[in-house]
Nanobody, 126 residues
Framework: QVRLGESGGGLVQAGGSLRLSCAASGGTFRNTRMGWFRQAPGKEREFVAAISCSGGITGYADSVKGRFTISRDNAKNTVNLQMNSLKPEDTAVYYC???????????????????WGQGTQVTVSS
């Protein structure tokens, strides 16, 4: 059983930056693929970024490419999402997610992720 806890959300003006962190416990973190998703009011949960077990492969939604960077520290069991040049349309609840074993999959459907954090609110004002 993997438990996830996000932190780092908040209110920021457009053009600003935030860094989200997700701490994992339980399971074997180095064998766990990690991802970030977000859900805005009235919308479905959508993929934001993902990283392979070793950190060597990353993937991003087109809407955040060049602005967001995902990283992980397997020694600390953490995954981070650096968000720069934030836009009002980035406003959402951001969720950390984990999938065990499928380390190099590039299928980023939320249905494939087994464990989820409680989410952290990110609000970008115009």
């Amino acid at each position: 059983q993997v438990r996830l806890g996000e932190s780092g959300g908040g209110l920021v003006q457009a053009g600003g930056s935030l860094r989200l962190s997700c701490a994992a416990s339980g399971g074997t973190f180095r064998n766990t693929r990690m991802g970030w998703f977000r859900q805005a009011p009235g919308k479905e949960r959508e993929f934001v970024a993902a990283i392979s077990c070793s950190g060597g492969i990353t993937g991003y939604a087109d809407s955040v490419k060049g602005r967001f960077t995902i990283s992980r520290d397997n020694a600390k069991n953490t995954v981070n999402l650096q968000m720069n040049s934030l836009k009002p349309e980035d406003t959402a609840v951001y969720y950390c997610a984990a999938q065990e074993k499928r380390c190099y999959s590039t299928n980023y459907s939320p249905k494939l992720y087994d464990y989820w954090g409680q989410g952290t609110q990110v609000t970008v004002s115009s």
